[in-house]
């Protein structure tokens, strides 16, 4: 089985028929890129930044992230990373941010929410990733954007830093912005959304329990959390043809993104980037290279429409 699957360490990711994709890994520290790159990843399609902020008694400087960012940038040898902006608040707390209580976490203050309120933290991780980016093909992206005004917002945080830093004089790249889809409204207006980034990617594990209103990861209901539920799948597939029309790519990051029962109807809805943990790569790219697009639409149709 190993050895049947090294193949597929290398080979190109594509359909049967020759249609190209990516099959990306999802990290969470630096260290992690270099799985990415022995399972033979496209890029990095998620790497969630959280690490750098918990089980710490300070946040951590620009230069501290900017070092972090680096390594895994230069890691990755000119594939693409794809870092994502802090998504604390919800189930992650942030030790150095005292946060009143909230009833429902889950709809509540974190990720691009929390960030865009408190400048002081988004500041410094936008400069560490704009600094990076002069260390390999970086791009960013912004979580739980759910109103254009939200990420009208975080572009021009990021294009003010962008400037700043050249003023400085200090070395940045040229730097991809990407938003997260995995709130209902964002994949309902994707049409729109579509027009101001330069890729989605799609947060199953997000999306799902939005648009169900199951909380992930609760046991008592853990049985009605479904991402190849229809009403889920469909957003998807709204998300992904918006994409298409404005020819940017679509990515998704979520767990659902490496279930073989499933990314074949992703790709048929026009998903062209999937983004795993780092050992599922070889599998799923084999998978998919059995496969001809007419064969993941004929998936894709089966589970929209069941
Ligand atoms: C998601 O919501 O699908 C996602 C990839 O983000 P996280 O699991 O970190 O919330
Ligand atoms: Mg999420």
Same mark, same amino acid.
């Given at each position: 089985e190993a050895q049947a699957l090294e193949a597929f360490r290398t080979c190109p990711s594509q359909t049967k028929d020759g249609a190209a994709l990516e099959i990306c890994a999802n990290i969470g520290t630096p260290q992690e890129a270099q799985q990415a790159m022995k399972y033979g990843a496209d890029g990095v399609g998620l790497f969630r930044s959280e690490f750098l902020f918990m089980d710490r008694d300070a946040l951590p400087t620009e230069d501290e992230?900017?070092?972090?960012?680096?390594?895994?940038?230069?890691?990755?040898?000119?594939?693409?990373?794809?870092?994502?902006?802090?998504?604390?608040?919800?189930d992650k707390k942030l030790p150095t941010l005292e946060l009143p209580h909230e009833d429902n976490p889950f709809l509540g203050f974190r990720a691009i929410r929390m960030t865009l309120s408190h400048p002081e933290i988004f500041r410094p991780q936008l400069r560490a990733i704009l600094r990076a980016a002069a260390y390999g093909d970086v791009r960013v992206m912004f979580p739980m954007i759910g109103s254009m005004d939200q990420l009208r917002e975080a572009k021009a945080l990021l294009r003010e830093q962008e400037q700043t830093l050249q003023a400085e004089g200090v070395p940045t790249g040229p730097v991809k912005v990407g938003m997260m889809v995995e709130i209902p409204a964002a994949a309902v207006l994707a049409e729109e959304f579509a027009k101001e980034v330069d890729f989605f990617s799609i947060g199953t594990n997000d999306l799902t329990q939005y648009t169900l209103a199951v909380e992930r990861g609760n046991a008592a209901v853990a049985h009605l959390y479904a991402p190849e539920?229809?009403?889920? %799948?469909?957003?998807?597939?709204?998300?992904?043809?918006?994409?298409?029309?404005?020819?940017?790519? *679509?990515?998704? *990051?979520?767990?659902?993104?490496?279930d073989p029962k499933l990314a074949p109807a992703f790709v048929g809805m026009g998903v062209n980037?999937?983004?795993?943990?780092?050992?599922?790569?070889?599998?799923?790219?084999?998978?998919?290279?059995? %496969?001809?697009?007419?064969? *993941?639409?004929q998936a894709a149709e089966k589970l929209l429409h069941p």
């Open positions: 992230q900017f070092e972090a960012y680096r390594t895994a940038a230069e890691t990755m040898a000119g594939k693409p990373l794809i870092i994502r902006t802090l998504d604390v608040g919800g539920h229809p009403a889920v %799948l469909r957003l998807i597939a709204m998300t992904a043809q918006a994409a298409a029309e404005r020819h940017i790519p *679509c990515g998704m *990051c979520g767990e659902a993104a490496g980037e999937l983004s795993m943990s780092p050992r599922r790569v070889p599998p799923v790219r084999k998978l998919l290279s059995g %496969l001809t697009m007419d064969e *993941c639409r």
